[in-house]
């Protein structure tokens, strides 16, 4: 034995659990460390899901949003391609938006339209010029190879999450879905799209001047009438889509974080439909009528501001 009563087996023995032990805490240390990498990229994840869901689905119901973010979490992916460091490519979703705002579409940007059922079609329609592209025997990259594999499996399972959703909803839940689409039901979330920052009695004038000059404003700033029969692209919606194809970081900012930066939004807004851009239609007697009504929101807005 040595002086210290213990033999150089069992000294061994310890020292081969101390190791052991040691390895064991670095081992979970690197585990936590992962863990947390892992969670902060599928933060990233989620979080251009919501964007691009916003792009895509502005007046969509909440089972069609339900089934992206789905779609999203399992395939690591969504339909425009859009992550934090980028686009990973051009996907047919964002071609669809792009043809449609060529063809000056109204709401061009939303293309999965205001129901489960335009969602489905607009995923039918992504899948099929994918599997029938325009140059057929085009060579692409590895990362746009494996990019078009992500695509397809992204429109796959939203399809497939899409017609589990149809499947579930019966007509009065339609009804119930599309009346709150339409008619402006969830204030909160159409506000935290254009004035998410924005002081609360600014957010409350702007909900005293929607009500006092009738119709809602959907997520992303355009405006729908009360019977879901009227439509309009308005200046909140064009400076919208402007700040999300720029990339700004607060696109949902418009109306900023002030009394006066809400006063120098709508002014800028009341400007740019006094002064339309030269050679710009004049319009049918019908979209007269509702850049009217935009232009009396804006007034009345502006009115309240300078109350404040």
Do not use: C
Request: aromatic residues 8%.
């Amino acid at each position: 034995m040595s002086m210290n009563g213990i033999g150089s087996a069992e000294y061994r023995a310890i020292g081969h659990q101390a190791g052991k032990a040691k390895r064991s805490v670095e081992s979970g240390a690197k585990s936590f460390v992962e863990t947390v990498a892992e969670k902060t990229a599928q933060d990233k994840v989620t979080e251009y899901g919501e964007k691009s869901f916003e792009l895509a689905g502005a007046t969509a119901p909440q089972s069609v949003k339900d089934a992206w973010m789905e779609t999203v979490k399992a395939v690591g992916v969504n339909g425009l391609g859009m992550t934090s460091n980028g686009s990973t490519h051009i996907t047919q979703m964002h071609i669809q938006q792009v043809i449609a705002n060529y063809w000056g579409v109204p709401n061009s940007a939303n293309i999965l339209g205001n129901s489960v059922e335009s969602a489905i079609r607009a995923t039918q329609k992504a899948l099929y010029d994918l599997d029938h592209p325009l140059e057929p025997n085009k060579v692409s990259s590895v990362e746009e190879q494996q990019a078009y594999v992500k695509e397809r499996e992204f429109y796959t399972i939203f399809l497939e999450n899409l017609q589990e959703a149809a499947g579930e909803i019966d007509d009065q839940t339609v009804a119930a879905e599309a009346g709150k689409a339409v008619k402006g039901h969830d204030p909160l979330r159409v506000l935290d799209s254009l004035a998410k920052h924005a002081p609360e009695e600014v957010r409350q004038a702007f909900l005293e001047a929607e009500k006092e000059t009738g119709g809602h404003f959907t997520v992303g700033g355009f405006w729908i009438s009360n019977d879901g029969k009227e439509f309009q692209i308005t200046q909140l919606a064009v400076d919208y889509i402007i700040r999300q194809y720029q990339g700004e970081r607060n696109p949902t900012d418009l109306l900023g974080t002030s009394v006066g930066s809400a006063i120098s939004a709508a002014k800028k807004w009341i400007y740019n439909i006094d002064h339309p851009l030269a050679g710009q239609q004049a319009g049918s007697a019908q979209d007269r009528k509702l850049l009217a009504m935009e232009r009396a929101f804006y007034v009345s807005f502006l009115d309240k501001l300078g109350k404040l």
